[in-house]
């Protein structure tokens, strides 16, 4: 006969584990001995060897006992059912695997992979590396509110970067966040604003953001997407803004033209 001892070593697990099938029910409590002591035979180890296997290639505790007492059919069934969740599990780390590594780009975190590529193009271009996070988190609130057009809406934003009034904007933008004369900057900033719009008035794209039906408590949360860029970035957006009014416009996420005053 043998001692809890000799049998996890038999069996090739712990003492823990033998008490912890005594628990659940998949090895039976043995008689004890004289001495109160828990004494087993061959057949404990053969049991036990027997679960341990199914274990460790990956069958759940709550079907060990399931596929002991099967028949060879209803063994080969219960095989068939573990083996399809295993590899549903393993597809699910994979993709788990493959979104983790995205990540360590920092801009794919809650972003879908057309706004990564517009980010990068935006860096390529030589856009300020704090316009780009400001773009980040706009599309993140964007994305999290309407996935499905994020692919069409992007095809519009790779258009806004190849134009070239798109690409001096930027540059101008540089200059006003890190330039010696920031005046100058945001006022040449403010007339190419002006010229986009007016250019996307007329060719309709200027109405092409309501698809997303940006109500006015959305436009207004985008727009303190800036506070998180600090206080100097701040004051520059109320800056621009004042210099868009005088030349006609209100809104930098929504622009509308300024209803001005009858006289």
Same mark, same amino acid.
């Given at each position: 006969?043998?001692?809890?001892?000799?049998?996890?070593?038999?069996?090739?697990? /712990?003492?823990?584990?033998?008490?912890?099938? %005594?628990?659940?029910?998949?090895?039976?409590?043995?008689?004890? &001995?004289?001495?109160?002591?828990? /004494?087993?035979?061959?057949?404990?180890?053969?049991?036990?060897?027997?679960?341990?296997?199914?274990?460790?290639?990956?069958?759940?505790?709550?079907?060990?006992?399931?596929?002991?007492?099967?028949?060879?059919?209803?063994?080969?069934?219960?095989?068939?059912?573990?083996?399809?969740?295993?590899?549903?599990? @393993?597809?699910?780390?994979?993709?788990?695997?493959?979104?983790?590594?995205?990540?360590?780009?920092?801009?794919?975190?809650?972003?879908?992979?057309? +706004?990564?590529?517009?980010?990068?193009?935006?860096?390529?271009?030589?856009?300020?590396?704090?316009?780009?996070?400001?773009?980040?988190?706009?599309?993140?609130?964007?994305?999290?509110?309407?996935?499905?057009? @994020?692919?069409?809406?992007?095809?519009? !934003? %790779?258009? %806004?970067?190849?134009?070239?009034?798109?690409? !001096?904007?930027?540059?101008?933008?540089?200059?006003?966040?890190?330039?010696?004369?920031?005046? +100058?900057?945001?006022?040449?900033?403010?007339?190419?604003?002006?010229?986009?719009?007016?250019?996307?008035?007329?060719?309709?794209?200027?109405?092409?953001?309501?698809?997303?039906?940006? &109500?006015?408590?959305?436009?207004?949360?985008?727009?303190?997407?800036?506070?998180?860029?600090?206080?100097?970035?701040?004051?520059?957006?109320?800056?621009?803004?004042?210099?868009? +009014?005088?030349?006609?416009?209100?809104?930098? +996420? !929504?622009?509308?033209?300024? =209803?001005?005053? =009858?006289?």
């Amino acid at each position: 006969m043998l001692t809890i001892g000799q049998l996890a070593a038999y069996s090739g697990v /712990t003492t823990r584990a033998v008490r912890h099938y %005594h628990q659940i029910g998949l090895l039976p409590e043995p008689e004890r &001995d004289a001495s109160g002591y828990r /004494t087993y035979a061959a057949p404990d180890v053969v049991r036990l060897i027997r679960v341990r296997t199914l274990a460790e290639a990956g069958v759940p505790l709550a079907r060990v006992q399931e596929l002991l007492s099967a028949d060879e059919a209803g063994f080969a069934e219960a095989v068939d059912d573990i083996d399809a969740r295993l590899r549903a599990e @393993i597809r699910e780390l994979q993709e788990h695997r493959r979104r983790i590594a995205r990540l360590a780009a920092g801009d794919s975190l809650a972003l879908p992979s057309e +706004v990564t590529r517009y980010l990068d193009r935006m860096r390529e271009i030589g856009a300020p590396e704090v316009m780009v996070e400001m773009e980040r988190d706009s599309w993140i609130l964007i994305a999290a509110q309407w996935p499905e057009k @994020i692919a069409e809406y992007m095809v519009y !934003k %790779h258009g %806004h970067l190849d134009d070239p009034l798109m690409r !001096k904007l930027l540059q101008t933008m540089g200059n006003a966040l890190g330039g010696d004369d920031v005046d +100058v900057a945001l006022a040449e900033t403010a007339d190419l604003l002006v010229e986009m719009i007016e250019q996307a008035e007329a060719s309709g794209e200027l109405d092409a953001g309501d698809d997303l039906e940006l &109500d006015n408590s959305f436009v207004d949360l985008l727009d303190t997407v800036v506070l998180g860029a600090g206080p100097d970035m701040v004051h520059l957006r109320n800056r621009l803004e004042e210099l868009m +009014v005088e030349r006609g416009w209100s809104g930098l +996420v !929504k622009s509308e033209r300024v =209803q001005r005053s =009858q006289t």
